[in-house]
């Protein structure tokens, strides 16, 4: 086609689109009649108005320096990213004394972990306690190439590390520890987590899911990346959605022994996957260390606050370490309780497995926290 009549038949398309949405968006204002102004739903978060509190994410993000970088890198958007990547890698490695062949990038750490799923899978099945984040591992059984064996579950909710061990038989080549742990919130003890990856390692790899271990009160203790420099196969996933408040940038990343990480690259991983912008925010903030600090400190105060709220009205939660609680909900259904939330313009998680009384909370901003402890009388009452 004529360059400059294709260009015209897009412009003409671009500007069609843009009117159809306008006339639907009127439409709906004037079907909503005079009293409402219907907002339209933003495309890059939550609408005005509603505490989205479901899904973990830190709306304190992006830090300043994120977003200053993220709008430098936009306009160099025209370039692949090979040299960011390897920027990002190294300072990885480099804070670990690691080299960057121990670590690898992804769009989100789901990318990584969903990698690391399915190259368990060549060789055994994946074993995990009875509640994880397995949102990737399940990749496996949709695939029909592999399963998850899952421990039974301990009234404590808690990890059980030794019957973990125990269950390790020559059909698992990989068993996956999610710490701390999501939806529960809880963090394994550091030094039976270390004892407990050195000697499954010489069983199965260990992939630990440190998704959460920059909101816990001592991250360098609580991670096990440093096992992987003394050798052992052992792969730790992290991410840049959770305290750093990029979720919706999709940086994530995998540290592992280099013939691991070579293996793992095969099942979607590498610079391809990733962009300018997201990799410029997560080199900005990577050591921002008063930017974690903050967000921290505002997790902090709003799990005081739904602590509060939730003794005020007999119940209770988790002891958390992360930016969500897992709240026991005695009697209630969890999914009517999600649905009743919703009514009050607040987004929380329904039930998982069959926890059918137990419910997720993210912390969110903390007037958004304030939205989740006034409706939760309000809810309460009308399930009563
Ligand atoms: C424990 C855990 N791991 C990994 C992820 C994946 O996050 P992302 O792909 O954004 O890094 C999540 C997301 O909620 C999570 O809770």
Redesign the pocket.
């Given at each position: 086609m004529h360059k400059s009549l294709s260009r015209r038949l897009f412009l003409q398309g671009t500007t069609a689109g843009v009117s159809a949405a306008l006339a639907a968006t009127s439409t709906a204002s004037l079907a909503a009649g005079a009293k409402e102004i219907v907002q339209p739903t933003p495309l890059y978060g939550p609408p005005p108005g509603v505490a989205k509190l479901n899904?973990?994410e830190n709306p304190y993000g992006p830090s300043p320096a994120a977003l200053k970088a993220m709008m430098e890198a936009s306009q160099k958007g025209a370039y692949y990213v090979y040299d960011s990547v390897m920027r990002l890698k190294t300072m990885i490695a480099e804070r670990h004394g690691l080299t960057p062949e121990h670590v690898t990038l992804g769009s989100?750490?789901?990318a990584g972990?969903a990698a690391a799923a399915i190259t368990a899978a060549q060789t055994g099945n994946i074993l995990g306690p009875d509640l994880f984040?397995d949102t990737t591992s399940r990749v496996v059984e949709i695939q029909s190439i592999g399963a998850i064996k899952r421990l039974p579950k301990l009234e404590s909710l808690a990890i059980d590390l030794d019957a973990m061990y125990n269950a390790i038989d020559d059909s698992i080549s990989m068993v996956q520890v999610?710490n701390p742990n999501?939806p529960t919130g809880m963090l394994i003890n550091p030094q039976a987590m270390r004892n407990f990856c050195i000697k499954a390692s010489k069983k199965c790899t260990v992939l630990a899911?440190e998704?959460?271990n920059e909101l816990t009160d001592n991250s360098d203790l609580n991670t096990v990346i440093p096992l992987v420099k003394d050798g052992h196969d052992i792969i730790v996933?992290r991410?840049f959605?959770k305290i750093y408040g990029l979720?919706g940038m999709r940086v994530?990343y995998l540290i592992a022994q280099p013939e691991k990480i070579e293996q793992m690259e095969k099942y979607g991983l590498g610079w391809y996957g990733l962009n300018q912008a997201g990799l410029a925010a997560a080199i900005a903030c990577y050591e921002d260390q008063r930017f974690m600090d903050y967000s921290r400190a505002k997790v902090l105060e709003g799990r005081e606050m739904v602590s509060a709220a939730l003794k005020e009205h007999g119940l209770s939660a988790l002891p958390s370490v992360t930016n969500f609680m897992f709240v026991n909900l005695g009697e209630l259904n969890a999914e009517k309780f999600r649905a009743e939330m919703a009514k009050e313009n607040v987004l929380i998680r329904g039930i998982y497995r069959d926890y059918t009384n137990w419910s997720r909370v993210s912390m969110g901003h903390l007037d958004d926290v304030e939205k989740y402890t006034a409706a939760l009388p309000k809810v309460l009452h009308r399930m009563s």
């Open positions: 899904a973990n989100g750490s789901s972990l984040w999610t999501n899911d998704a959460y996933a991410t959605s979720a994530g």
